[in-house]
């Protein structure tokens, strides 16, 4: 346990000794501490004062938070500096004066002010509590405050090697810490504002005239039969007239037995069927084909995934905000109903919620959100005055969204579920898909860099989609911190150890990085748990479930980088027999060793970094290295998280993934009783 007076006394030794920099950016930690704790407990408790008028227009709110924040940052910044002096100088105020030195106080209280002041105006198109702004600018002190630490660490190091290597240190962080505020906003704006649940729920309005006429258009690719029929079925189950709506099959398959089946299907329950013998396009060239056989009074497209059971008041709810004839596509959450009896399943529909329960939201208020490809309604005006699906892009449906947000198209997203399907039940499935995701996400971002440079495009649309495009690429991030800190620790072998100014100021510098990520998971507890009911163990999975699949979405993301090829593969989806050990530990090594290697290699430097330091004594086993050693180990565990999980996903119970009757089943997420 850390005595604070110890600390802040070592502390303010920097200020009078040459080390004002340091001074600065520990003082910045410290507030960003204080603030973002301060922030927690208010979130926690939910207070309900909003700290500003409601009616507040945006610009009014970022002229007060940019001000807000400045003396906020300010006041903070200057009262820990002087805390920590005022403990130096064992309460002697003429002392105190005397100590500080002017240029310090300058540059603290000019840096404080401009970070608090742009930490207040990224956070004025919110409605947040001032919870959430305390929490946001606590993010911000500590992240700057981080970087800025190891930035003056690399200064003061001494030969090429320390210096590479805390630069390339400083740079990973620098990125790391720039996504986790982007993803943070997200969560801050979903727990912070002052507006009830995370969206809008779906409405029926009374209409004078006839319902718009819709095509519900299914796409499938050698699906089971039975699985295609179910979907079949509860599409002809919809309460929408019949007379208004058309539903139509678009049949890929290439086993002759499967699509002779559906066709008959199809023509005995008045059902359009369409049959390609060339896959052109894939998916996109299906829907793309199907809408030039479509009656042309049809207005809007409904988009259903062959393996989902759609709710019958699925037309009628979806189609009201396409009253606005500004709207060009609506969407609402996907869920599972095939996740109950394996914990791989569970982990798997939680990940996917935190992105239908909070991203999405999010973006749709800022008119950035995505189709997601499925469960959605657009537009058909919108949808070919946009060209249609893209044939090029393997996620044509988030591509899409970027030419009609671009084009001034609204932007609608419902949180009511009116659907599930089938989620794969595998890390196999899971790898197939995220490589598409992932690919398809950047590529999607090198076929309309112009298009997001438009003058049409806000600032926070094109940051939305940006910041969405590289999230695909954190675990580069993720493998450079690893090896960046193996480095160290293999440096600290040879005597090219980094410097520090004081061993607690170290301490206070390591304390960042275990404050971000707790606040991390406290976050996805509380964003998640306004729409699904969520344990804290269930976070964790979440967690081990993003680190498991990092790798496998920087690979996709890189080739979708450079433009290699990336074929559109189906997600396969049903239950599969569970494999022996032997079979499914052999698989599991195929499948990760990349992670393998990694987490492996991490425990190996770990190893004999120990050895080293308490058998041979090449180094004291103080505590900036038994920090080193608990992360380095931590990291290890994060890349051990592929092998775990795929092993696990092998060797699920023999019940896992079976599909039971639709009534009995409630699936992932379930929405929290309002």
């Known amino acids: 346990m850390l005595d604070l007076s110890l600390l802040l006394r070592d502390l303010a030794l920097l200020l009078p000794t040459g080390y004002p920099s340091f001074a600065v950016v520990a003082s910045w930690m410290v507030t960003g501490a204080l603030l973002l704790i301060l922030g927690w407990a ?12 409601a009616g507040a227009s945006t610009g009014a709110r970022r002229a007060a938070r940019t001000v807000g924040g400045a003396l906020l940052a300010l006041t903070t910044s200057l009262g820990v500096t002087v805390g920590i002096a005022f403990v130096q100088h064992a309460g002697s105020v003429p002392s105190l004066v005397a100590g500080i030195p002017r240029g310090t106080i300058a540059l603290e209280a000019a840096a404080a002010f401009a970070l608090g002041a742009i930490s207040g105006a990224l956070s004025g198109s919110t409605r947040w509590r001032l919870a959430g702004v305390s929490a946001w600018m606590g993010l911000a002190f500590l992240a700057v405050g981080f970087v800025g630490y190891a930035g003056l660490v690399v200064a003061a190091a001494a030969g090429a090697f320390a210096i590479g290597l805390g630069l390339a240190l400083v740079a990973l962080e620098s990125f790391g810490l720039f996504l986790m505020l982007a993803y943070q906003f997200y969560a801050l704006e979903t727990i912070a504002s002052d507006g009830p649940g995370s969206g809008p729920r779906a409405t029926t309005p009374r209409r004078d005239s006839p319902e718009p006429r819709v095509a519900v258009q299914v796409a499938a690719f050698n699906e089971p039969v039975a699985v295609v029929k179910s979907c079949l079925e509860s599409l002809l189950a919809l309460d929408y007239p019949v007379e208004r709506r058309v539903i139509q099959l678009l049949d890929d398959s290439t086993v002759p037995e499967i699509s002779s089946e559906l066709e ?5 329950r008045g059902i359009a069927y369409l049959h390609r013998t060339e896959r052109r396009g894939f998916k996109a060239g299906a829907l793309n084909d199907g809408l030039r056989e479509l009656p042309k009074d049809i207005e809007l497209i409904a988009i259903v995934d062959a393996d989902y059971q759609v709710e019958r ?37 939680l990940a996917d919620a935190y992105f239908y329960h909070v991203v999405e939201p999010v973006r749709a208020r800022f008119q950035s959100a995505i189709f997601c490809g499925t469960m959605g309604i657009l537009r058909r005006r919108a949808l070919e005055g946009a060209g249609g699906w893209s044939e090029e892009c393997i996620t044509e449906d988030a591509e899409l969204s970027v030419r009609l947000v671009t084009e001034g198209w609204r932007v609608v997203y419902l949180t009511e579920t009116f659907g599930r399907g089938l989620a794969p039940l595998t890390m196999a499935g899971v790898r197939s898909q995220h490589r598409r995701w992932a690919y398809g996400g950047v590529q999607m971002l090198r076929m309309n860099r112009k298009r997001l440079a438009s003058p049409t495009v806000s600032r926070r649309q094109w940051a939305d989609f940006w910041v969405g495009g590289m999230f695909w690429t954190d675990g580069f991030f993720f493998i450079g911190m690893a090896l960046v800190m193996s480095l160290v620790a293999a440096g600290s072998w040879f005597g090219y150890a980094l410097p520090s100014p004081s061993a607690w100021a170290l301490a206070l510098a390591a304390s960042a990085p275990v404050l971000l990520l707790w606040d991390g998971i406290l976050k996805i507890r509380l964003a998640l748990g306004r729409s699904v009911r969520t344990t804290l163990r269930d976070v964790f999975g979440i967690v081990a479930f993003w680190y498991a699949v990092k790798l496998n979405d920087l690979r996709a993301a890189l080739r979708g980088l450079v433009g290699g090829r990336q074929g559109f593969v189906r997600t396969p989806k049903a239950r599969v027999k569970p494999s022996s050990r032997r079979g499914a530990f052999s698989a599991t090594v195929r499948a990760t060793a990349v992670e393998l290697v990694f987490g492996l290699a991490l425990f190996a430097v770990d190893g004999v970094t120990l050895y080293r330091t308490l058998v041979e004594r090449v180094a004291p086993l103080d505590f900036a290295a038994v920090f080193l050693l608990v992360w380095i180990a931590y990291y290890a565990l994060a890349f051990v998280a592929a092998p775990v999980l795929d092993y696990g996903s092998r060797r699920a119970p023999a019940d896992a993934g079976e599909i039971r009757p639709k009534e009995t089943l409630s699936g992932l997420p379930e929405p929290v009783a309002s």
């Open 264 to 268: 008959r299907l199809c023509r005995t």
């Open 313 to 349: 008041g699925f037309l009628r709810s979806v189609v009201a905000p396409f009253d606005d004839p500004s709207v060009g596509f609506v969407q609402t959450p996907q869920s599972y109903r095939n996740v109950d009896g394996t914990g791989f399943g569970r982990r798997y529909a």
């Open 42 to 53: 208010g979130l926690v408790m939910r207070p309900t004062l909003a700290g500003e008028p």
